[in-house]
């Protein structure tokens, strides 16, 4: 069993000191107020629960478009569960006695997440990046890292991905979509470490760690992400978690050694720009930021509150429960989380509006066989699906640790609009037909998209096609072949998360012209160097942005520069002594896969 426990902050006027422990059962004070009125139970939210082999997992979910869940849990195992509650696959990434870190997905389905290996020295072992495919294989290994992994893997808005090593590794480092190092740089540690995110926003990411044993002070880091160090501001708290606001503020929990635990921001220069008006307080939950910029946390235990973007109170929400970990839906119409009634008693899902008003709370029930304990208790922040309507969160069977097969549960939690769910409603089938005739002017492709397909009270969770003469098929877009005048029937029925069903058929005719020849990319970029201040050489920013494609997308940018390594991505910075000429070449490729270049020699100043 595993609940990362609050920490608690003792503050004299000759010493501060932490500590971790399990606090006691909240009261009420002057700061945080009174407890609200009971919350109405909403059990029927509950769309289903999984039971995963595994004892716990303290990192969110990763969610992919197509709704599968993957789980990393503390055995070492990622586990895929499908959008209906029913298991993908499970593939072993090695155990950090911890999960490793938080599973990240890619556009293309890719999943990223931390593990561990054999060292490749062959003595002992290493963190390690996993990407393994939607099907459950593994793409790549990363294991050059030196050392466990302490955060990330991440995914940076450029497609690349980010994680930092513990303090005898590699420290701070980024992989391309291939697995390839583009840079590696710091020195960083967290103290009993869990695996936290990084986050991104203005063009940089950010982390923070205590830095235990190291001499340096508790911060939060900002880098650009090239690599560049922007700021290191201390004063950052134990296991702190940054979120980024959509204004670019980086909120997250600090301990000033002269103010104690508290919720503060900084700016993307690493300027403070603001601090919770409370004070001190013994605990703090990682905090979450809406789309508009109101943050969000937990203190001592049992006061959920909301800061403006300015970080003046607007409100604030008493339970007579303990709290974890409030995230923002999609909508921007709740804060959800779970909790426990107190330490001993059994876990809740909770439900609180954007506005303070609690809606609704599901209370969890005790696994039987495991007297007095078995209280199922949320240990993983939650994560929600695109459109907002379910959260997913991983509970913990309490007192289960010492059996032979300990395990936990996913949840999915119906997380609508409203307080309650009425009887279900069936999906509506849609679809659309879309038929390429191919350039050899042999058949066409047709392809039949369900995506437009809804369900007025959930999601869908299965597309079954049929077509005249062709095999069966699965998921929300298929691609069927056949002949330029072929009349067929397509069928799609779909299902959604209830057992609902619809089913629409249409017949079809295939015709049309060949598609237009694809036009070729241009590649163009501007550069910028800079001296540096001690006269030693410039840094030169090149920028790929003004490159263009009149018929669809660039997907790849690939550089080569005099004396120095094949980079990717629309920006990279290549450093150069001043007065030399190196040549840049920039390569972009479309969706089509054609290719244009552009070379240029440049006179560095």
Sequence with gaps: MFRTTARLFIITAAVVACSERQPTAPRPNAVDGAIAASVPSAPQRVRWRFRLAGDYSIHSPGVASDGTVYVSMENGRLIAVAPN????????????????????????????????????????ATGAIFAITPAGTIKWVFNQTNDFIIAGANIGPDGNIYAVADFAGIGLFSLTPQ?????????????????????????????????????????????????????????????????VAPN???????????????????????????????????????????PDNISYSVRNLSTLFALS???????????????FQPRVGPRNDLVFMGGRITYGAPGFFLAVGTDGTPLWRVNLPDE????????????????????????YMVTDVAGDGASTNPYSFLYAIDVSTGTSIPGNQNPVANFTTTCVPRTSGVGADCTVDGRSSTDPDGTIVSYAWTATGRTARTGPVVIYPYPIGATPTISLTVTDNSG??????????????????????????????????????????????????????????????????????????????????????????????????????????
């Excluded at 490793?100 to 054999?118: E, K, L, M, N």
């Excluded at 000033?256 to 939950?285: K, Q, S």
């Excluded at 039987?368 to 959260?391: E, I, S």
């Design 368 to 391: 039987p066989g495991f007297t007095p304990y078995g209280q199922l208790v949320p240990t993983t922040r939650p994560v929600f699906t695109a459109d907002g309507n379910t959260a």
């Design 179 to 243: 697995g390839q190092l583009r840079f590696k740089t710091g020195s960083f540690t967290e103290h009993g470490a869990l695996g936290q995110a990084i986050v991104f926003g203005s063009g940089q990411l950010y982390f923070a760690f205590d830095m235990g044993g190291t001499g340096s002070a508790p911060s939060l880091f900002g880098y650009t992400l090239a690599g560049a160090k922007r700021f290191e501001v201390s004063g950052a708290a134990q296991n702190a978690q940054p979120v």
């Design 309 to 323: 973007a300015n970080g003046i109170e607007q409100w604030r929400y008493r339970d007579s429960g303990i709290m």
């Design 500 to 605: 609902g069903t619809n089913t629409k058929a249409q017949q079809i005719t295939v015709g049309g012209a060949p598609p237009p020849q694809n036009a070729p990319p241009v590649a163009n970029f501007t550069f910028n160097c800079i001296v540096r201040p001690d006269g030693s050489g410039a840094d030169c920013a090149f920028n790929a942005s003004s490159s263009s494609d009149a018929d669809g997308t660039i997907v790849s940018y690939a550089w080569t520069a005099t004396g120095r390594p094949a980079r990717s991505g629309v920006a990279v910075t290549y450093p150069y002594p001043r007065g030399s000429r190196p040549t840049i070449s920039l390569t972009v490729t479309d969706d089509d896969g054609a290719t244009n270049s552009k070379t240029l020699q440049i006179t560095v100043p």
């Design 85 to 124: 509650g029913t298991l993908r696959w499970t593939v072993p990434i090695g155990s950090c006695g911890l999960p490793c870190g938080p599973v990240s997905v890619a556009a293309d389905g890719t999943i990223y997440v931390a593990g561990v290996v054999a060292h490749p020295s062959g003595t002992g």
């Design 248 to 290: 670019g503020n980086v909120v997250l929990e600090t301990f000033p050694f002269n103010i104690g635990l508290t919720l503060a921001a900084y700016t993307p220069a690493g300027a403070l720009a603001w601090r919770d008006p409370f004070g001190a307080a013994n605990t703090m939950e990682h905090p979450d930021v809406g």
